[in-house]
């Protein structure tokens, strides 16, 4: 939602002092899109788990059943 916001989200911040000359709406973006990238990565190690478990169990009745 901030990286894709037409206006600041927290007005307050447009008068407040840049640290590292970044300007506001930049920084804003800039902070949605890093959330936005932590989501997604923390959901696909999720997913990327799932799938190891269940091709693992997979694995696994495909031997019993070699046996």
Same mark, same amino acid.
């Given at each position: 939602?901030?990286? #894709?916001?037409? !206006?600041?989200?927290? +007005? +307050?911040?447009? !008068? /407040?002092?840049?640290?590292?000359?970044?300007?506001?709406?930049?920084? *804003? *973006?800039?902070?949605? @899109?890093?959330?936005?990238?932590?989501?997604?990565? /923390?959901?696909?190690?999720? @997913?990327?788990?799932?799938? #190891?478990?269940?091709?693992? *169990?997979?694995?696994?009745? !495909?031997?019993?059943?070699?046996?």
């Amino acid at each position: 939602m901030l990286t #894709f916001c037409d !206006s600041m989200a927290y +007005p +307050p911040y447009v !008068s /407040a002092q840049r640290l590292l000359g970044i300007p506001p709406f930049l920084d *804003q *973006q800039g902070a949605g @899109a890093l959330m936005w990238l932590y989501r997604a990565l /923390a959901y696909l190690g999720l @997913a990327a788990f799932a799938a #190891f478990r269940m091709l693992r *169990q997979e694995r696994r009745a !495909s031997q019993v059943e070699a046996v």
